[in-house]
């Protein structure tokens, strides 16, 4: 038994004049809690000329629009489902526009609507082969965090290779493997405009390492050597707009505001950051093995 229904358009307009400051936090999971701003809904907002915000306050989700439909990329928590098909019906797609769904990472904080908008949408969902396994299995067995991060098991229904093009609407999403937060780690990166010129818009994924043994790991033996490869592609991406699935992690801060990107940050400079605390961390846990 499902305990999602998709939402028909009526109910979606009765939601829609709701008054976006009055609206709650999103309630938590009996078995994953999070800081409120992970679930704080923010209005949503204009990226490029097709290419919109649609996410919380510290988790990403990106619509983009095409004469053929939509494609969302990432979704946050399993709770944001209904608000994403909210956000959605107010920039004008339904659930049936909705085509394809790429993920970053199949983590319950980025991955965890996929499976009920799936369903309420019949979108195809698109990953590689080491994210089509760890969504199959709704994120059990994960590498790091074992059972505690589950979510609703779903199927990809496209494989995708390094470097392979996914289009829908003459928009090509470029896929580029970014693996060490996850073994299966995507980035994504596609042309927009913005300003009447050309916008190379890339989502890169997380490159942290929470809590990650980095050293030895039984699970992960090249880690670090997968970190270091992703670090490079990365400086290397198309990338006039850098957005994060932590928003926060790029300089970002959504809000109802204008100029939601304060503190723009380029590609390389994420890549060097994120070295800079990987080695940082790397020679902690060196010192805890002397």
């Given at each position: ?172 999403f470029t896929a580029h493997f970014t693996p060490g937060h996850t073994p299966g780690s995507i980035s994504w990166t596609w042309d927009d405009r913005r300003d009447a010129k050309t916008l190379r818009v890339a989502y890169v ?86």
């Amino acid at each position: 038994m499902t305990l999602f229904r998709p939402l028909t358009a009526c109910c979606l307009l009765l939601l829609s004049t709701c008054a976006l400051a009055a609206e709650p936090v999103l309630p938590q999971l009996k078995a994953y809690e999070t800081e409120d701003s992970w679930r704080q809904p923010v209005p949503s907002f204009a990226l490029a000329d097709n290419s919109w915000y649609i996410g919380t306050q510290a988790l990403s989700a990106v619509l983009v629009k095409t004469p053929q439909g939509a494609v969302l990329i990432d979704g946050g928590l399993p709770q944001a489902a209904n608000m994403l098909l909210l956000r959605m019906h107010e920039l004008g797609v339904q659930p049936g526009d909705l085509k394809l769904i790429l993920n970053g990472h199949a983590h319950i904080d980025h991955a965890g609507p996929i499976a009920e908008l799936k369903r309420a949408t019949g979108a195809r969902v698109v990953g590689n082969a080491e994210t089509a396994v760890l969504l199959a299995r709704g994120g059990s067995d994960d590498i790091h965090f074992g059972e505690g991060l589950a979510f609703s098991p779903v199927s990809v229904d496209r494989i995708v290779m390094d470097g392979e093009v996914v289009e829908l609407g003459g928009v090509r999403f470029t896929a580029h493997f970014t693996p060490g937060h996850t073994p299966g780690s995507i980035s994504w990166t596609w042309d927009d405009r913005r300003d009447a010129k050309t916008l190379r818009v890339a989502y890169v994924d997380s490159l942290s390492a929470p809590g990650y043994r980095l050293i030895d790991n039984p699970r992960y033996p090249h880690l670090v050597d997968d970190y270091r490869r992703t670090f490079a592609t990365v400086r290397a991406l198309p990338c006039d707009l850098l957005l994060t699935p932590h928003p926060d992690a790029s300089g970002w801060a959504p809000a109802a505001t204008a100029a939601p990107h304060a503190n723009p940050m380029t590609c390389r400079d994420y890549a060097d950051s994120a070295e800079r605390k990987l080695d940082a961390e790397l020679e902690q846990q060196r010192e805890g093995q002397r």
